[in-house]
């Protein structure tokens, strides 16, 4: 390219981890069908979801309708009205919610939503001053970190580990250390996390909600593995949404990834804004997945659909790996966070000789991706051994994949460790089970 980049340009022209995992996937799947690929957000292959989906294809392709409605008619900007109508009633049926249409937008994917959200409640203001995005608890998810139009978009807490039977452990909000300044726009959390598989519990969840309110600031949740769908949760979960809170969901997770398909549900005038931004930035959301999805919303199907076919799948596969963990990275140091939901397991090596980066090159180069922890601290500042000593794998992918990617995984590691007279300890356990970090 010649000539200098605007602001803007170099913003998102510059090497970032979401963009260097996807461009690395996107080469092994193009060019090299025995990459072993355990770095990416890909859902897993759900023989009855494909069953519902060829099924759902029939129905369209024979109703002339639902074609015009999905492909020859643009929607509004807001999304699918029929669809957002259908979502109301069932949340409002379900949940209790007073919501109507007008409290859901559709947006192209939830990065696009995010992207948007985050970059209309915090940044720049008219006054000079800056406002930014709170995250309770680190590691959250990498695709955040570089969505802002301004850097230093977020400020993260460093969150209590508590250490937990077996060799698993679990991140916690840490309360006493968590407060709210004048300078935050909005609160947010992913629930389940990506990259850790974490749910915060609903207590946490209502007390996030409830500093929220005090301060004067909407609260953001990212549901997009969770409820009310598709429901990737293996621990006790409720919903929450009130006037405070923006509650974005995917159909990604469904098992439709390709359509791009975010929701956000929210209070009318951040759901007009989302509208006005989609109008200036491609005039309309795309209508395949809310056309595909709608009868299986109208009839509430949807989490049926969630909770025993998807949440059994993915914890058939979490057991499965777990237990592929457990059994390759027999004498290696290494500690699991509690897979809670999601389809991910997050591996800390207390000690590891060197940056989970340049282990992540490392397995690259034998043929496996995986993503390094690092990434997945946006906001976080300070300085912490942790952040360098985690990988995120997914375990989405056929069996011998995750198996044979684990074999290589522990062997380089273990590889990394040998000579040394055991792995020392970077944190000292406190009282009550918890990591003094």
Not at 34 to 43: D, V
Not at 99 to 113: E, F, K, M, P, W
Not at 336 to 354: D, N, R, T
Request: with cysteine; charged share 25%.
């Amino acid at each position: 390219m010649t000539g200098k980049l605007s602001k803007f340009g170099e913003r998102f022209s510059r090497v970032t981890g979401t963009a260097q995992l996807m461009g690395d996937l996107g080469r092994a799947i193009a060019e090299d069908s025995t990459a072993l690929l355990l770095g990416g957000g890909n859902p897993g292959t759900v023989p009855e979801m494909v069953a519902l989906f060829q099924q759902r294809l029939h129905e369209i392709g024979d109703s002339p309708d639902d074609i015009q409605r999905m492909m020859g008619n643009y929607a509004h900007p807001k999304g699918d009205i029929g669809f957002r109508k259908s979502l109301a009633r069932l949340l409002s049926r379900k949940y209790g919610w007073p919501l109507t249409v007008d409290n859901i937008a559709l947006t192209s994917g939830s990065q696009t939503g995010f992207f948007q959200l985050f970059n209309m409640l915090a940044g720049e203001f008219a006054d000079g001053g800056r406002r930014r995005i709170l995250l309770p608890m680190t590691p959250e998810y990498a695709g955040y970190k570089d969505i802002g139009l301004i850097d230093d978009l977020y400020v993260a807490h460093r969150p209590e580990i508590e250490e937990r039977p077996g060799g698993f452990f679990k991140y916690r909000v840490n309360f006493d250390a968590l407060r709210i300044d004048e300078d935050i726009a909005a609160v947010c959390v992913s629930r389940p996390t990506n990259p850790t598989g974490n749910i915060i519990t609903d207590g946490e969840l209502h007390q996030l909600d409830a500093m929220a309110k005090a301060a004067g600031v909407p609260f953001i949740i990212d549901s997009a593995y969770g409820v009310p769908f598709p429901r990737i949760i293996y621990s006790a979960a409720n919903p929450l949404w009130n006037e405070n809170v923006i509650l974005c969901m995917s159909l990604s997770k469904l098992g439709l990834p390709g359509i791009r398909t975010g929701i956000v549900i929210a209070r009318e005038e951040v759901i007009d804004a989302l509208g006005n931004m989609t109008a200036v930035q491609s005039l309309t959301i795309p209508s395949t997945g809310a056309v595909f999805i709608q009868p299986w919303v109208e009839s509430g199907e949807i989490e049926d659909i969630g909770r025993h076919v998807i949440q059994s799948f993915y914890r058939r596969k979490m057991e499965f790996a777990c237990d592929v963990v457990r059994r390759e990275f027999e004498g290696v140091p290494c500690r699991i966070h509690s897979p809670e939901g999601a389809f991910f397991l997050w591996l800390w090596f207390p000690g590891l000789p060197i940056s989970s980066d340049e282990l992540y090159h490392r397995l690259k180069a034998r043929n496996v991706l995986a993503m390094s922890g690092h990434w997945f601290f946006p906001g976080y500042r300070e300085p912490w051994r942790h952040v360098h000593e985690c990988l995120r794998l997914s375990y989405a992918q056929e069996d011998r994949v995750v198996e044979e990617g684990m074999r290589i995984i522990a062997d380089e590691v273990r590889g990394l460790y040998s000579g040394r007279v055991g792995a020392s300890r970077t944190e000292s356990v406190g009282a009550g089970g918890r990591i003094a970090v």
